[in-house]
């Protein structure tokens, strides 16, 4: 991660503003999902995609009791479960 030098501060219940520049670059809009991760001591943001739960994709997905899966994975369960 690098800075780009833009420094904001933290409202009084914990709230911060992305820059404009930011969330344009990043096609994030209101109401839109954010993703927070943490490593060490780093605090990462990123827009929230869903997900296959198998393996990540986010392409041609197929919603299953509340869960996403992939086509993909799909086939290889079918030819797990035909074995």
């Given at each position: 991660?690098?800075?780009?030098?833009?420094?904001?501060?933290?409202?009084?219940?914990?709230?911060?503003?992305?820059?404009?520049?930011?969330?344009?670059?990043?096609?994030?809009?209101?109401?839109?999902?954010?993703?927070?991760?943490?490593?060490?001591?780093a605090i990462a943001l990123k827009k929230y995609e869903?997900?296959?739960?198998?393996?990540?994709?986010?392409?041609?997905?197929i919603e299953y009791k509340d869960k996403a899966v992939?086509?993909?994975?799909?086939?290889?369960?079918?030819?797990?479960?035909?074995?």
């Amino acid at each position: 991660m690098r800075s780009i030098g833009i420094v904001r501060h933290m409202d009084e219940v914990g709230r911060l503003v992305l820059p404009k520049e930011i969330r344009d670059r990043f096609k994030i809009v209101e109401k839109d999902p954010v993703e927070i991760y943490v490593e060490g001591n780093a605090i990462a943001l990123k827009k929230y995609e869903i997900k296959c739960i198998f393996c990540g994709d986010t392409k041609e997905l197929i919603e299953y009791k509340d869960k996403a899966v992939c086509e993909k994975c799909i086939t290889r369960l079918l030819v797990l479960k035909d074995e």
